[in-house]
């Protein structure tokens, strides 16, 4: 998490999102949480949750599964975070 936090690309919302999804991953990288849960550990609204998924998306390689309920998220980088 320390690559995370010294990223100078990114914004202190963009740091804490990625945080709250590493922080919830399971063992192949993939975090299941819903957007209210990471506008709940993140402190942010749903609008800046999502203007924040998609700049991780190009920024640190964000994947994302919009196809379900819930949206899965995976670093997959995650291993050396």
């Given at each position: 998490?320390?690559?995370?936090?010294?990223?100078?690309?990114?914004?202190?919302l963009e740091?804490?999102?990625?945080?709250?999804?590493?922080?919830?991953?399971?063992?192949?990288?993939?975090?299941?949480?819903?957007?209210?849960?990471?506008?709940?550990?993140?402190?942010t609204?749903k609008?800046?949750?999502?203007?924040?998924?998609?700049?991780?998306?190009?920024?640190?390689?964000?994947?994302?599964?919009?196809?379900?309920?819930?949206?899965?998220?995976?670093?997959h980088?995650w291993?050396?975070?």
């Open positions: 998490m320390t690559v995370i936090l010294r990223a100078k690309s990114l914004s202190t740091k804490m999102v990625s945080i709250a999804i590493v922080f919830k991953a399971d063992s192949d990288g993939r975090c299941h949480l819903t957007q209210r849960e990471i506008c709940d550990l993140c402190a609204s609008p800046s949750l999502k203007r924040v998924i998609k700049s991780l998306e190009s920024k640190i390689d964000l994947e994302v599964d919009r196809n379900t309920r819930r949206n899965n998220y995976r670093l980088q291993r050396m975070l």
